[in-house]
């Protein structure tokens, strides 16, 4: 094992930009449309998704793994164009005449060549609706180690419907990250998966992706049973980012100038915060060698500039006014390889 002095720094973020699709005229028209009315107003959208996301890379650093939720492959290549030049994007939105909302990871080509980026064929969960996202796929390589990073968003919170959607995508993923774990390979293997998953840390389909807050499981040998089942316990640090950290309301109090969240989520017609984005990992990467999750790193952004008086809020436009990027904050996670 690479010693942590000597280890690589992978520094990854996930966040779902909600609704960030590009202009197309031709979009105008339809019926109800969630795509920008207006190169005004999609240029609006941008200039506040821009604001925001030099705000979290000056703060904290510049992720070399970006996971993005709900874009357009062409609004990926649009933020990348503007902010990452040199990165590569993974996108999903792979139908030119029919884009949609999709995941997309950009990345970041390690000019030392000690750190390879390879991407994967997709998961598309059998049994589920067509509208089901599918879920990305990138290895982080290095001589020693292998990454498989998994950008994820599960089926919205709709009726019980999505609610069996999600239990198959999660039961599925269970058996694929098992599968991606007891393979044998000559490298340290680990999986971090990211996402909006549309759950709460303590639900009952992250029961069914293994996912639990108690480190040691994650550590402990398998059960004699595990196999049969396709079963590998994995950790969910989000367990230790529920709730509201700061217990006084001054911001000159708090690192970073972080203005405080309840959660990963705010649905602003209920006043209600969930904790709904999720780093995820194997227990391979735990532990203080590499590799490694270093959950000391880990954060939700709330930074000012994602924010509208205090809570995050969707993009909306109102005769001209604007208001709020995203319902969703970012989260940062680093790595060492």
Request: proline share 6%.
């Amino acid at each position: 094992m690479l010693e942590p002095t000597m280890a690589l720094q992978l520094n990854v973020a996930w966040w779902n930009a909600n609704d960030l699709y590009h202009f197309d005229a031709d979009k105008i028209k339809a019926r109800n449309s969630r795509w920008p009315r207006s190169r005004r107003i999609y240029e609006e959208k941008c200039r506040r998704v821009d604001l925001a996301l030099r705000s979290f890379f000056d703060k904290f650093s510049t992720p070399q793994l970006l996971g993005l939720g709900e874009t357009t492959q062409q609004a990926a290549i649009d933020l990348r164009d503007r902010l990452l030049p040199d990165y590569r994007i993974l996108s999903l939105d792979v139908q030119t005449s029919k884009p949609t909302l999709q995941v997309a990871i950009l990345y970041s080509p390690d000019a030392k060549g000690s750190l390879e980026f390879r991407e994967s064929p997709p998961i598309a969960v059998p049994g589920t609706p067509r509208g089901t996202r599918p879920m990305a796929v990138l290895d982080a390589l290095t001589p020693t180690s292998e990454l498989r990073c998994i950008a994820c968003h599960w089926q919205a919170r709709l009726d019980e419907a999505s609610e069996i959607t999600r239990f198959r995508i999660a039961d599925y993923l269970a058996q694929y990250t098992h599968d991606y774990l007891t393979q044998k390979s000559s490298k340290a293997r680990g999986v971090l998966v990211m996402g909006d998953l549309n759950e709460e840390p303590y639900g009952r389909n992250l029961e069914i992706l293994n996912a639990h807050r108690h480190r040691e499981r994650s550590l402990g040998l398998a059960h004699w049973a595990d196999n049969d089942v396709k079963r590998t316990h994995l950790y969910n640090p989000s367990w230790r980012l529920m709730g509201e950290k700061y217990a006084h309301p001054e911001p000159t109090l708090r690192p970073r100038e972080l203005v405080g969240s309840a959660g990963t989520y705010y649905w602003e017609a209920k006043r209600s915060w969930a904790h709904l984005d999720h780093f995820i990992v194997s227990g391979s990467l735990l532990g203080n060698q590499a590799p490694y999750f270093d959950e000391n790193e880990s954060a939700i952004v709330s930074l000012v500039e994602f924010l509208t008086n205090g809570l995050p809020i969707k993009f909306s436009e109102d005769s001209g006014k604007f208001r709020g990027v995203s319902d969703h904050l970012p989260i940062y996670g680093r790595i060492f390889l």
